[in-house]
Structures are given as C-alpha cells and as structure tokens.
C-alpha cells in the first residue's frame, strides 16, 4: 500500500521563534485530530531543524525533513549542510529537486543523483522534485521532459533503493502564476508518472508515493486526495499556517 505523506515545506519563511511557535501548533492540533493514516513532515529551514525535532519526538504522526542538503558528505563548502548534520538532528526526510534549487540555484540531474545517493546511503527518506514549466507544457513537451528528470536521477537506483524513495510532482506552471491546475490535469500527470515508474522498477514503481506540489490548501486538497494517483501533498504557502497545514492532512 502506498504511504499517504502531508509534507509542509516552510521555504524561507519564519524566524526561529516563530517557526517552534507553528510547529507546536501543529504538533499539538494533529495528535488532537488527525486521526487518518497520513504522516505529516515539516520541512523548515536549518536553523529549526534540531529544536523541531525535539518538538515532533514521539509524535506518532509528525515527522521532520531538511529542503536541501549538499552533495558532499564533508569538507571546506562554507555554506552548505551535509547528510550527517541533518540526520544528526532526528531528521526523517530531506526535499532534492525542488524547482526553485532548479531555477536559482542551477542544480542539474547529476548533482540530484549525487544527493539522493547520500540520503538513502544514510538511511533517510528523499522526496524527490520534478515538474515542468508553463511554456514546456504549451509545447507539448512537458511528459517527456519531466521523464528525462526522473530517469536521469533516479533510474540507476536498484528495486530496494528506488522503493525508499518518494515522489513529488510540481505543475511549475500553476504555481503563483494566477493559472489554477485542475484536479484532472493534477491525476493525469501523476498517472503518466507513476506509469512510468512501473516501466521501471514493476510492483516497485506502482507503489511509488507520488505528492502534489501545485497549491493545494484545505479548499481544494480533499478533491485531489479523492484522485487515484495522489498520495498526498508538498505544501508551501499553507504550510504556514497550522489550522490549514492540519486541515489539509485531514483531508483524505
């Protein structure tokens, strides 16, 4: 059965104050409600990493993950965050891929191979990014380009690794944009993927859990958990609000 996953990715947002503030907030609101099966992942931003944790030990729903680690597991790259810092800390899950690393910061297909080794050689779980743009889809290019993603990071993975490993598809194009993506355009994709995967991996890559990261909120997450190929979502902006984050992860 594939697993239901609610990960909230805080971005750049909140200062450390506030970020233990939100994150007891929904700690709290979700041992008291959310009574599904979904597991709930905050992705903060570094600086929170270890005082979150602590916060979410113990709770059997909530979870912690870092947005990004570097592709080496040490040395002098002043800056960056490694694997065994971030696991160090009680961290479950670590974001690659995702389209603002890929647009700002340039990241390729090889380097997302590189950190997606080190995450499943240390044991914990990565969600791994892909999406296309809006003029990639107006071509018609968009299935293939986003296939390329996959493949390139993630194909010379074996069976055993490949099934730690989730998915989450980002429309780039209905992402603060004013374009809304409709829960069927959303299904469709996730369909196309998970296809693929099983090309790949079989049973495996059937039983991938594959997230949507298109702005979903609390009005519009109940409709697109309702789809067949969507496990659950990667959450931004409502993620940073507690009553929205719950009520999102209830929505299944």
Known sequence: MRKKIVAGNWKMNKNFEDGLK??????????????????????????HLAAVSKIAEGSPKVSTGAQNIYTKESGAYTGEISIDMVKSVGTKYVIIGHSERREYFNETNAQLAEKLNLIL??????????????????????????KAQLSESLFHLSDEDFAKVVVAYEPIWAIGTGVT????????????????????????????????????KPSNAKELFACPDIDGGLIGGASLVARDFIDISKAF
Do not use: W
Request: charge should be negative; proline fraction near 2%; charged fraction near 20%.
């Open 181 to 216: 993506a409709t829960s069927a355009q959303a299904q469709d994709m996730h369909a196309e993927l998970r296809k693929y995967l099983a090309s790949k991996y079989g049973k495996v890559g059937e039983n991938t859990s594959i997230l949507y990261g298109g702005s979903a």
């Open 121 to 146: 050689k240390n044991g914990l779980t990565p969600i791994f990014c892909c999406g296309e743009t809006l003029a990639q889809r107006e071509k018609g290019i968009h299935i293939d380009f986003v």
């Open 22 to 47: 939100l994150a007891t907030e929904v700690v709290n609101i979700a041992a008291a409600e959310v009574t599904n099966d979904v597991s709930i992942v905050l992705c903060t931003p570094f600086i």
